[in-house]
C-alpha cells in the first residue's frame, strides 16, 4: 500500500510539473479573457449574475475567488494570468486523485496507468492550464463517478451526498451538463439491462429456478442505492447548484436561467455556426495531426488502449482484477459522450476533454488486459517496453504543446488563439506611457470589430482610460490608437502624418495597426535611448 | 509804435515753447498719468505781458526784459504742460473707460477646475472567434521596389556559401537552404529556427565589397518580423561590426536601438543597401513576428564584388 502511494505520489508530481510552471507563458485566448474580465466584475462589485446567452456557469468565478484573495488582488488590474490558471491546474492534478477512489473496482495497476495516462496526455495538460470550463467539468465528472462508486463499495451515505455535490457543481459548471447527466444515466440503463440479461442466461444455463427468478425475469435484482439516500443527494445537488447560479441569493432570476439557456445552445448545435465541424474531427486530432511543415502530434496510444479497454469490458475476459459493472459503465459512458460530441456540429478542441478522460480510465485496463494476453514473459516485457516509449512520447508532446508551440496554429490543440505579439503591444504601450505624462492613464482608442480586439481589455487592465468601439468614431485624436483590420484604411487617411504606425498580430491573420501621435514617440524613442 | 525788443522777446518764447511741445510729445505715452499739475494762473501767449516799466539805465532794461521773457516763457510752458497733462489725462480716463466695457467680453470668470470625466466604451464581451487557418496569400506593395544600381560585375556573393546560426538545430528545414538561390515561398522552403532572438550568419569565404543584403524571411504570409538587424564584419565573432539595419526600436534584443522602420513580407523580399562596404561575413538577426514567437528564413543574398 505504502509503495503503491508513493508510485501515486510521483504521478501527481509528473503531473504538477506539467501543468504548474509558467502558467503565464501562453497569451491569453479570447475566452480566457473575457471570462478574467467577468471575474473581475464578481471581484470588485462582489457581484455575479448568470448570463443565459454565454460565458457558462458561476463555479470558475466563484473558486477563483480563493487564488484572488490569496494572491491580495482586490480588482482586474491586480490579477495575472498566474491567479487565474492555477485553479484550473489544481483541478486537472486533482482529477488524478480520483483514481485512488477507484483503485478496487479498476485493479491497482489499471488505475495506475490511468492516473499516468491522465497526468501526460497532451490534451489534458494543454486545457488544464486554460482558464476555462473544461477541466472543472471533468474534475467533478469523475467526482461523481468515484464518489458513487464507493457508496456502492461501503454504503456510506456520505459518499452519496458527495456525488450529490459533483452533480449540482456539475450543473453549476456549464450546460453540457445535459450530456454528461445523459451519459450517466444511459450507462446505468444499459449496466442493468446487460446484468438483468446475464443473470437470465445463467439461470437458464444452470437449468435450476429459485424463488428469484420471477424478480430476475422482471431484471429486478435489488437496489443497490437506497430510495431516500439517493433523494438526499439529488437535494444536496440542487442546493449546491441553486447556490451558485443565485449567487448566493442575491440573484433569484439565475436558476431559472439556467433552465432556460438550454433554448440558446440548442439552437447553438444545430449546425449553423463559425464553429461547425465534421462528425470525425475530434477523433481524426487525437489518432494524428501534422498541419503544415513542424511536428506530429497523436494521441493514438490512448485511442488503441482504449479501444481494447472497451472491448474487455464488454466482452468481460482479461480484465483481472476490475470489476465488470464498473468497467462497463465507464466503456457505456465514454461511448455515450464520444457519440453525442461527435454528432453535435458545434466542435472546440477543449469541449472533447470529457470523453477523452473516459478513454484515459479505459486506456488504464487496456493497457493491463495488453499485458496480461501475453501468453510468455518476453512478450509482456515488450509490450511493457512499448507502453513506456509511448508515455515517453505523450509527455514529450504534453511538454512541445504548452512550452514550445503553445501558441502556434501547428499545435492541433491551439484554436482561434491569440499570438504572442500582442504580449509585445502591452509592453510597448506600457513603455509608451511611461513617456506619458499621466503616466498610466495615457488615453486609448481601441477601434475595431468586437471580435478582433479581444483580448485586448485583459492587456490594457492597467489603462483606465481606454475605451472600445466597433465603428470608427468622428474624432481620433487621442495619444494612441489601435486600430482592427476593417477600419485601418480610413483611419490611416485621417492619422497619416501626425502619427507614427506599428504592426502587431492579434491572432492568426489579424493584424492590428498601432498609431502613436509623433511627439509621444519621440518621447518614447528618447527615453528609450537614455535606457540603453 | 512798435517795441522790436518786445515781439523778439514773444518770438523766441514760441520757438522755444514749440521746441519743448515736440519734445514731450515724444515721451512714453505707458507710464501711468501724472497727477495733474496744480492750477497755475493762465495766461495765453496772446497775453500782453505787463509792461515794463521805462527806466533810465538801458542795460538794466535789457536784463529786465531777459528777465520777464524767461518768466514768461516758463509760465507758457507751465501752461504748455498743464493742457498736455489734461489731455494726457483725458485720454487716459477713456482708455480706461473702454477697458473697463471690453475686459468684461475677453475675459473668463474666474472657476474652479475640475477633471473633465468622459464615460468611455466598455469593451462588448463576445464568444470564441472563429479559428482562421494560414493560407496562401501574398500581400502587395502596390508598386514594384525602386530597383537599386549597382556596380558592373555584382552577383550574388552568398549563393552556396556556408551558413552558421545561433540555432544549430532548426526546427524545420536546414541551414544551407538559406543560401540555395530558392526564395519561393512555397512549404517545406523555409528554415525556422527556435523562439527568442536568433542568428544566421553567411561566410562569403572572402572580404568582398558589398552593395545589398536583400532577405526574405517566411513571406507566404504579411508577417512583420521583430527587431530585424543586419550586421556585417570581418571578424566571424562580430566584435567589430557595421550595422547597415536595425528597427529594434526598444533595444529588446541587446544590439542597441535602430531606428529603421517595420515593414510587412512580401515576394519581393526586404533589400537592405550595403553602399561598398567590406566586409566578409554577414549576419542577420531576428525575434520572432506577428503571428509566432519562432524567426523563418527563406534566403538571403548578398549582392556584392569580390575585392581583387
Known amino acids: ?532 | 509804435m512798435i517795441d522790436i525788443k518786445k515781439w523778439y522777446g514773444r518770438m523766441v518764447t514760441v520757438l522755444i515753447g514749440l521746441g519743448l511741445i515736440v519734445m514731450i510729445s515724444a515721451c512714453d505715452k505707458t507710464e501711468p498719468a501724472p497727477e495733474p499739475a496744480p492750477e497755475q494762473p493762465t495766461t495765453t501767449v496772446n497775453d500782453k505781458p505787463p509792461a515794463p516799466a521805462s527806466t533810465d539805465n538801458p542795460k538794466a532794461d535789457v536784463e529786465d526784459l531777459i528777465d520777464q521773457t524767461e518768466q514768461e516763457t516758463l509760465q507758457i510752458l507751465q501752461q504748455m504742460e498743464a493742457e498736455l497733462n489734461k489731455i494726457e489725462a483725458e485720454k487716459n480716463a477713456q482708455a480706461q473707460k473702454l477697458q473697463e466695457i471690453v475686459k468684461p467680453l475677453t475675459e473668463e470668470p474666474v472657476e474652479e477646475l475640475v477633471p473633465l470625466e468622459i464615460e468611455l466604451p466598455r469593451p462588448m464581451f463576445v464568444g470564441t472567434p472563429p479559428n482562421t487557418k494560414i493560407e496562401r496569400v501574398e500581400k502587395p506593395l502596390g508598386k514594384p521596389r525602386p530597383l537599386l544600381e549597382v556596380p558592373v560585375g555584382t552577383l550574388n556573393l552568398s549563393k552556396e556559401k556556408p551558413v552558421t546560426s545561433s540555432d544549430d538545430n532548426p526546427i524545420i528545414g536546414d541551414l544551407e537552404q538559406i543560401t540555395d538561390d530558392d526564395n519561393e515561398g512555397i512549404d517545406g522552403n523555409w528554415v525556422e529556427l527556435m523562439f527568442g532572438t536568433q542568428w544566421v550568419q553567411i561566410d562569403l569565404e572572402e572580404t568582398c565589397e558589398i552593395y545589398a543584403v536583400v532577405f526574405w524571411h517566411f513571406h507566404m504570409q504579411p508577417w512583420v518580423f521583430r527587431d530585424v538587424v543586419v550586421q556585417v564584419s570581418d571578424d566571424p565573432d562580430f566584435v567589430n561590426v557595421t550595422t547597415l539595419f536595425n528597427n529594434d526600436y526598444d533595444n529588446s534584443s541587446g544590439l542597441g536601438a535602430g531606428d529603421d522602420l517595420h515593414y510587412v513580407e512580401t515576394s519581393e523580399g526586404k533589400l537592405v543597401e550595403g553602399k561598398g562596404i567590406k566586409a566578409r561575413y554577414v549576419r542577420l538577426y531576428s525575434n520572432g513576428n506577428t503571428e509566432n514567437d519562432s524567426n523563418q528564413y527563406i534566403e538571403v543574398g548578398v549582392y556584392g564584388k569580390p575585392i581583387k
Request: glycine letters at 8%.
Open chain 1, 1 to 532: 500500500m505504502k509503495r503503491y502511494l508513493f508510485i501515486c505520489a510521483i504521478v501527481l508530481t509528473v503531473a504538477a510539473a506539467l501543468r504548474l510552471p509558467q502558467l503565464s507563458l501562453r497569451p491569453m485566448h479570447t475566452d480566457e479573457a473575457v471570462h478574467a474580465v467577468k471575474f473581475g466584475e464578481l471581484l470588485e462589485e462582489g457581484q455575479y449574475r448568470y448570463d443565459p446567452y454565454e460565458y457558462h456557469g458561476p463555479t470558475l468565478y466563484y473558486l477563483t475567488l480563493f487564488t484572488a484573495w490569496l494572491s491580495g488582488a482586490h480588482n482586474l488590474s491586480e490579477l495575472t494570468e498566474h491567479t487565474l490558471r492555477i485553479i484550473t491546474a489544481i483541478f486537472g492534478v486533482g482529477t488524478i486523485l480520483f483514481f485512488l477512489l477507484l483503485a478496487d473496482g479498476l485493479g491497482r495497476t489499471a488505475a495506475f496507468f490511468g492516473a499516468l495516462l491522465t497526468a501526460i496526455s497532451p490534451v489534458m495538460v494543454f486545457y488544464s492550464r486554460y482558464y476555462i470550463h473544461e477541466t472543472l467539468l471533468v474534475f467533478f465528472s469523475f467526482l461523481v463517478i468515484a464518489a458513487a462508486w464507493r457508496y456502492r463499495q461501503s454504503n456510506s451515505v456520505g459518499w452519496l451526498l458527495l456525488a450529490g455535490a459533483g452533480i449540482g457543481f456539475i450543473h453549476a459548471t456549464k450546460e453540457t451538463c445535459i450530456i454528461v447527466y445523459g451519459a450517466m444515466v444511459a450507462s446505468l440503463l444499459l449496466c442493468r439491462i446487460g446484468k438483468g440479461q446475464n443473470e437470465i442466461l445463467r439461470g437458464a444455463q444452470n437449468g435450476t429456478s429459485s424463488p428469484n427468478d420471477d424478480k430476475v425475469k422482471k431484471g429486478k435484482t435489488g437496489s443497490i442505492i437506497k430510495g431516500k439516500h439517493l433523494i438526499a443527494a439529488l437535494l444536496v445537488g440542487m442546493v449546491v447548484s441553486f447556490l451558485l447560479y443565485s449567487s448566493f441569493f442575491t440573484n433569484l432570476q439565475g436558476p431559472r436561467d439556467s433552465l432556460r439557456t438550454y433554448a440558446t445552445y440548442l439552437g447553438r448545435a444545430d449546425g449553423r455556426g463559425v464553429h461547425d465541424h465534421p462528425w470525425y474531427y475530434y477523433l481524426k486530432m487525437l489518432i494524428y495531426t501534422k498541419d503544415a511543415p513542424g511536428p506530429w502530434w497523436s494521441e493514438g496510444l490512448i485511442m488503441v488502449l482504449a479501444l481494447v479497454g472497451f472491448m474487455a469490458a464488454i466482452i468481460g475476459k482479461g480484465i483481472a482484477k476490475s470489476n465488470i459493472r464498473l468497467l462497463r459503465f465507464i466503456a457505456f459512458y465514454t461511448l455515450m459522450m464520444t457519440a453525442a460530441y461527435s454528432i453535435i456540429p458545434y466542435k472546440t478542441p477543449w469541449c472533447m476533454l470529457g470523453f477523452l478522460h473516459g478513454m484515459i480510465i479505459l486506456a488504464g485496463v487496456g493497457a493491463v488486459v495488453l499485458v496480461r494476453m501475453m501468453p510468455i514473459m518476453s512478450g509482456r516485457v515488450i509490450i511493457s517496453l512499448l507502453l513506456i516509449a509511448g508515455a515517453f512520447h505523450l509527455t514529450h508532446q504534453a511538454y512541445r504543446a504548452n512550452f514550445r508551440f503553445f501558441a502556434d496554429q501547428r499545435n492541433p490543440y491551439v484554436y482561434a488563439h491569440t499570438v504572442s505579439d500582442v504580449k509585445r503591444l502591452a509592453g510597448l504601450i506600457q513603455d509608451i506611457a511611461s513617456a506619458y505624462p499621466a503616466g498610466n492613464d495615457l488615453p486609448i482608442k481601441v477601434i475595431a470589430e468586437a471580435d478582433n480586439y479581444w483580448p485586448l481589455p485583459w492587456y490594457l487592465r492597467k489603462f483606465p482610460q481606454t475605451g472600445y468601439w466597433r465603428q470608427a468614431p468622428q474624432d481620433v485624436n487621442e495619444p494612441l490608437v489601435i486600430v482592427g483590420p476593417v477600419w485601418q484604411p480610413s483611419i490611416e487617411e485621417k492619422l497619416e502624418g501626425a502619427y507614427h504606425p506599428e504592426y502587431y498580430g492579434l491572432r492568426p491573420t489579424v493584424q492590428l495597426k498601432v498609431f502613436i501621435r509623433n511627439d509621444l514617440w519621440e518621447a518614447f524613442i528618447k527615453q528609450q535611448q537614455i535606457k540603453n
